[in-house]
């Protein structure tokens, strides 16, 4: 057991970050402090009006760690990471991180492509973004591969015999495969392309009404004609935007929100002086939490994120820890950010119409909270009476947290578990987990579900953070089978780590017509089933979890057989990855073309040696002999 009043002892009076966890050893607090002993003792000596949010969470807390850091800037860096690796129940978190996608520009190839993406990497491309409109981004991208006809295609080695694309015969690309086109003019028009994604219109719409001017004159009207219609499609997209102040910096005002649903975060996002966006950021914060400290909190995770971090922040209060803040983003951006309250001047008159805008949409975000809130609480209650039947002890909450899992294979071939969470009425994607089933041979359900549940709660008992946040109720797709191998593998944890979880655990039993009819528990050693007639809403979200839960499980299935299936017998060839078999499979158009050539023939491929084709002409020849 943990002695807390012993280990308070041995608390060093350095700068570091604090970690608190219950009694399960998950995380449910990380801090940092200038001293860790004051700091953390405080925790444990509350005076007689204590806040409510710190003593509830006081009483959860069965342990803690500590990590030094040499300066308080050290431990705020550690503390953003910690909060975004474990994201604690009672830290103010960020809910919406990286759902929203990037305008990717893939700078490290010779020809670089514009394209749709979720994810930042540090790959030498450039990203814009995030933005909320999905349809915008996706409406941008194909505007500009139109109006600079830019390669679509992910090719970025050509060789000789490839053959242009249905683009290039459409006129949508300038045959790059074909060599008809140099690389630092391509150049030019990627730089005109990410001008325009960053809102800076106007030099680009002067470049090219000085060259639509020049070919008029020289009497290449067609020519002249393409950048009068790329221009009037920048004038177009250009009216969407606000004038705001001429000559200003990249610029966002950041805003919390806080209606009769969560917590939120708006963020406006100026560029070259104009409105170009603006998102809503969805937030978890405990009762009572101040707006300044839910913005300093959102600034730190999504700021510490992202691939361009803007000159200037404006918010409508001052944060408690501005300083501190800004010293953060100048790490992070490698140059200074100015976080401020402006009071007076174009700024302040900025902030202001950022305000009303934040009034008229808080009116749509209690509308909506209120709506999802009362669905919400409709299906907590109906998890809750259709559960308490056969668990007496099942709590009463406002929303529960549901796992789900399902197998698929073929004829036992290339067996995986897919495992989907539900966080009442949303499915929770970041904590879903994929299981390749190691110890099953053959089509095996129940012997496959038994692995992928030991292995979930086995990891979960030795403190995994991946899998520490643990479920109110597990839904098994399937009847008394199925629930009988999840009751029997959750024993097995038991015995094998000593980690009781005392989970409800119901499965959905499909009728002669495949449709989910009945709910499936073992309860004092026998099997129930209650019928679902009636339940509109349960019988919607089993539908709604079956129908997810065997999607991703499937997905996963078909990539693997897919990675199998494209596995060629090239890969078994020394000096001969996957990036060689691709050129090679693209030049000859096939393996067996491949078999026939010469080594004189093979090295006519791209990036083939002589020593490749020697050893390529071998494999096929001498050692099949």
Do not use: W
């Not at 402090?33 to 005076?47: D, E």
């Not at 996706?138 to 000789?160: H, Q, S």
């Not at 934040?358 to 919400?376: F, G, Q, S």
């Amino acid at each position: 057991m943990f002695d807390i009043e012993e280990n308070l002892k041995k608390l060093p009076e350095t700068p570091g970050v604090y970690i608190h966890k219950d009694r399960l050893g998950q995380v449910i607090y990380v801090g940092k402090a200038i001293n860790l002993r004051r700091r953390v003792h405080q925790y444990f000596r509350l005076g007689k009006n204590p806040d409510p949010k710190v003593a509830a969470m006081v009483s959860h807390i069965a342990e803690f760690e500590y990590i030094n850091c040499a300066t308080e800037m050290e431990a705020l860096i550690l503390e953003n990471n910690l909060i975004k690796k474990y994201m604690p129940k009672y830290n103010i978190l960020l809910r919406d991180d990286k759902t929203y996608p990037y305008i990717k520009v893939t700078l490290s190839e010779k020809y670089p492509r514009i394209l749709k993406t979720r994810s930042f990497r540090e790959d030498g491309s450039r990203y814009f973004g995030p933005y909320s409109d999905v349809k915008a981004v996706d409406t941008t991208i194909e505007m500009l591969n139109d109006m600079f006809a830019l390669k679509r295609c992910p090719a970025v080695a050509f060789g000789k015999g490839v053959r242009p694309c249905l683009n290039y015969h459409i006129g949508k690309c300038r045959g790059i495969c074909q060599g008809y086109v140099d690389a630092k003019a391509y150049r030019e028009d990627i730089e005109k392309a990410m001008a325009v994604i960053s809102g800076r219109y106007g030099s680009v719409i002067r470049d090219m009404e000085d060259a639509m001017r020049a070919a008029s004159e020289e009497m290449r009207f067609e020519e002249a004609a393409g950048f009068r219609d790329k221009i009037a499609a920048l004038k177009s997209l250009s009216e969407t935007q606000r004038a705001a102040i001429p000559g200003i910096k990249d610029m966002d005002i950041v805003l919390s929100v806080r209606g009769a649903g969560r917590p939120s975060v708006l963020v406006f996002y100026y560029r070259d002086g104009k409105l170009s966006g603006r998102d809503n950021f969805s937030m978890q914060a405990e009762e009572g939490a101040e707006s300044n400290e839910i913005v300093s909190a959102f600034i730190k995770q999504h700021y510490g994120d992202l691939p361009s971090i803007p000159y200037e922040i404006l918010t409508d209060r001052e944060l408690p820890d501005r300083e501190m803040v800004e010293e953060f983003l100048k790490t992070v951006a490698g140059r200074k950010v100015e976080i401020s309250v402006p009071k007076r001047g174009d700024r302040k008159a900025l902030l202001d119409m950022a305000i009303r805008d934040c009034i008229d949409m808080c009116r749509t975000i209690d509308e909506k909270a209120r709506v999802r809130e009362e669905r919400a609480e409709s299906l907590a209650e109906a998890i809750y009476e259709l559960v308490k039947t056969s668990y007496p002890d099942f709590p009463r909450k406002k929303e529960y947290r549901v796992e789900s899992y399902d197998i698929s294979n073929t004829n036992g071939v290339d067996t995986v578990g897919g495992m989907v969470v539900f966080d009442g009425l949303k499915p929770a994607k970041k904590d879903y987990r994929r299981f390749k089933i190691r110890t099953v041979q053959g089509p095996d359900d129940y012997g496959a579900m038994r692995e992928l549940v030991v292995r979930r709660f086995t990891n979960a008992a030795k403190g995994d953070v991946s899998f520490s946040h643990l479920p109110d109720l597990l839904l098994i797709d399937g009847g008394k089978g199925q629930v009988g191998v999840v009751l029997e593998a959750l024993e097995e944890v038991r015995l094998n780590t000593g980690v009781s979880f005392d989970l409800a655990v119901i499965g959905m039993a499909k009728d002669d017509h495949h449709r989910t009819s009945s709910a499936v528990s073992f309860v004092d050693g026998e099997f129930r089933e209650e019928p679902l007639a009636g339940k509109t809403l349960i019988f919607s979200y089993m539908g709604t979890i079956q129908e997810e839960v065997h999607r991703f499980a499937i997905e996963y299935h078909r990539k693997l057989r897919g990675n199998r299936m494209i596995t060629s017998a090239l890969d078994d060839i020394p000096g001969i990855g996957p990036k060689k078999r691709n050129v090679l499979l693209a030049y000859f158009k096939g393996i067996e073309a491949i078999k026939a050539a010469k080594p004189s023939e093979l090295t006519e491929a791209p990036g083939i040696t002589e020593k490749n084709a020697e050893e390529i002409y071998r494999f096929f020849h001498e050692t099949k002999k």
